[in-house]
């Protein structure tokens, strides 16, 4: 006979631990402005103060081993490229800014989200500010007060202004794979109509963004999603959304011909490109010849820009043009690849890439196989408590490294990527997983078993 207690479970914190990550996306919501670090950067560096000062009160360990690891990766490689800048201000504010992204905020959301339903929490603050930055591009759409495209104030571009046209893409890519993947979970089932509400909604702004990227990984990771969540019910969700398509778009004749010539531009990128797909394959070119002079370390942090020209060709235009929401017409200059691996590959080289993608890609394998063994042990047509909070994880993840193959970090959207790297973290490396694998009642069952024990 054993007369050791049997271990209760830990009570719920619920949301207040995670609010002040939910006010990094509620900041997002107002007007930006380009002029230093926005108000979101600066409440970022609030919270992972909060975040050490509340370690060290509670005196408990900061992350799980592994998570330490797969957090702290990343830090030798940027240690060696801020060494090997141009100059130490570059190194110091790009090696800031990487540790902001991909350490310091990912690390802050894994010590205050405890529970479900703080990371559940968090995921609807993503849901409520792809909405209001949809709602704002729409009527910038309707009025032709959005950025400029082919001539005409039409692309919905949200509070992020014509300075950064894909900051409206990434919150509403986003919101809408968190509104899927609680959708096909199981919360609460108002969550869940809820969520699926919001996914419809979102599809129209996504659309009017007319951002290519953004489209192909957002059906990509829900697709996935789909078939994640339950491979009988992908058929029919996909032709609910394919519905819904058809109708926000040709049923009410909104923007039908400039989306149709859009998604066409998608299948001629290798035949006859657009400048702008021009530009790309130049900025990947350059980026190249970078990595192939400095293949281990790379160019140093922030050293693109000095570079580029010594390794771009001929096509490459001298910058983009940007004009409306607000914005008067201009040239932005084109100060990176316009790709994640290939921005870490060119200015960290070999070293930097496999500690930064090679600690991605672990978060995404441990992910997905808590995802599914979570599916597999519970309860119920393929779902269970907890799987909503897998789709979403695995949703965002998968998303960032899609759209790193064509987009990079930059603009005030990029605090979402953060938050993004951290739930899926949370997820993969240190959620509760005997919370979310043991059936309701089991606790209890055993709490008994042991006392008559």
């Known amino acids: 006979m054993s007369s050791a207690p049997a ?66 990766l990343p830090v030798v490689g940027l240690a060696l490229a801020a060494m ?16 902001q992204v991909f350490v310091l905020v990912p690390a802050a959301v894994l010590v205050l989200v405890r529970d479900r339903t703080g990371f559940r929490v968090l ?15 729409v009527h910038q759409y309707v009025t032709g007060t959005g950025a400029s495209y082919q001539g005409e104030g039409v692309r919905a571009v949200g509070t992020f202004g014509a300075h950064d046209v894909m900051g409206m893409a990434t919150a509403v890519s986003l919101g809408l794979v968190c509104a899927v993947g609680i959708a096909l979970g199981r919360a609460a089932v108002w969550q869940r109509v809820t969520a699926t509400g919001c996914a419809v909604a979102l599809l129209l702004p996504l659309a009017l963004s007319f951002s290519r990227g953004a489209w192909i990984a957002t059906a990509l990771t829900c697709a996935v999603q789909l078939v994640l969540a339950g491979p009988r019910r992908a058929p029919k969700v996909a ?17 039908t011909d400039r989306l149709q010539e859009r998604i066409d531009s998608i299948a001629r990128v290798g035949d006859a490109p657009d400048q702008s797909v021009v530009d790309r394959y130049a900025l990947w070119a350059a980026a190249g010849g970078m990595w192939r002079e400095q293949p281990l370390t790379g160019v140093g942090l922030k050293g693109f820009p000095e570079y580029r020209d010594g390794h771009a060709g001929l096509a490459l235009s001298s910058g983009s043009d940007i004009g409306g929401a607000g914005t008067e017409y201009r040239k932005q200059a084109l100060l990176s690849p316009h790709s994640m691996y290939l921005l870490v590959l060119s200015e960290q080289g070999l070293i930097g890439l496999v500690a930064l993608a090679g600690g991605w890609l672990v978060l995404l394998v441990c992910g997905l196989r808590r995802l ?53 973290a949370w997820w993969a490396l240190a959620a509760g997983e005997r919370e979310d694998v043991v059936p309701p009642g089991a606790v209890a069952e055993r709490v008994e078993g042991a006392a008559a024990r």
């Open 7 to 72: 271990a209760l479970p830990r009570r719920a914190a619920g949301p207040a631990p995670v609010l002040p990550l939910v006010a990094l996306p509620a900041l997002l919501a107002l007007p930006l402005t380009y002029d230093g670090a926005g108000p979101a950067d600066v409440v970022s560096a609030l919270v992972v103060v909060y975040c050490v000062i509340l370690l060290l009160r509670e005196r408990r360990r900061p992350l799980p081993p592994a998570a330490a690891v797969v957090l702290g």
């Open 84 to 99: 090997g800048a141009s100059s130490p201000e570059a190194g110091f504010t790009g090696l800031g800014r990487y540790l």
């Open 123 to 137: 995921a609807w603050s993503f849901v409520g500010l792809a909405l209001w930055q949809g709602a704002v591009g």
């Open 239 to 255: 032709l609910a959304v394919a519905a819904a398509g058809v109708v926000l778009t040709g049923g009410f004749g909104i923007g």
């Open 372 to 424: 599914l063994r979570v599916r597999s042990r519970l309860p119920g047509p393929g779902r269970g408590p907890g799987l909503d909070c897998g789709l979403v994880a695995c949703g965002l993840l998968l998303w960032l490294l899609t759209d790193f193959v064509y987009g990079d970090i930059g603009g005030p959207s990029t605090m979402l990527i953060a938050l993004g790297l951290g739930l899926a």
